[in-house]
């Protein structure tokens, strides 16, 4: 007869939800008390309170929903800081720029801040999709432009002046 492995009883959402509910009604000093009481220590001084409650919304659905996994947890320890990403997105060093779905890249183009989406599959604007960057900068200007330089994907960096 095979054996039959009964997982955990999925979590009641409307429980989570009332209970997220009931942190945003809460004070600093309340925020920080039930800090405490979560993570076995003082809340940092330093944090305000929507950083209070939002940690501890977080931490209320990994106890009850699953927290990260190992990998995506070694993932974005491995991303470093957010100033170090987008460095790396934009290291002129290379020859291409790697970009991930979920980019936004942006570029001021007469007056007005022109942002395009990075999507697996193209690049949206204006709710339209194109296939390329170049294709995208096309339908924002008019005029044909080098997707990547239009964007600032592509400058050279600037020389150093010798004295």
Excluded: C
Aim: overall charge positive; proline content about 7%.
């Amino acid at each position: 007869m095979p054996r039959v492995k009964i997982g955990p009883a999925l979590p009641d959402r409307e429980k989570l939800d009332a209970e997220i509910a009931r942190l945003r009604d809460l004070d600093v000093g309340q925020l920080r008390s039930r800090w405490h009481t979560a993570f076995g220590r003082p809340a940092p001084a330093h944090l305000a309170r929507h950083l209070l409650f939002r940690s501890l919304a977080y931490r209320l659905q990994a106890d009850r929903l699953g927290d990260l996994d190992g990998e995506n947890q070694r993932l974005l320890d491995r991303s470093g800081s957010p100033e170090k990403a987008g460095r790396n997105a934009v290291d002129l060093s290379r020859q291409t720029t790697e970009l991930r779905p979920g980019t936004i890249l942006g570029r001021e183009w007469n007056g007005q801040m022109q942002q395009v989406a990075v999507l697996a599959d193209g690049f949206a604007w204006n709710g339209n999709t194109y296939p390329s960057l170049s294709k995208a900068a096309f339908a924002i200007t008019g005029t044909r432009w080098n997707g990547p330089k239009f964007f600032g994907l592509r400058d050279k960096p600037a020389k150093a002046s010798s004295p």
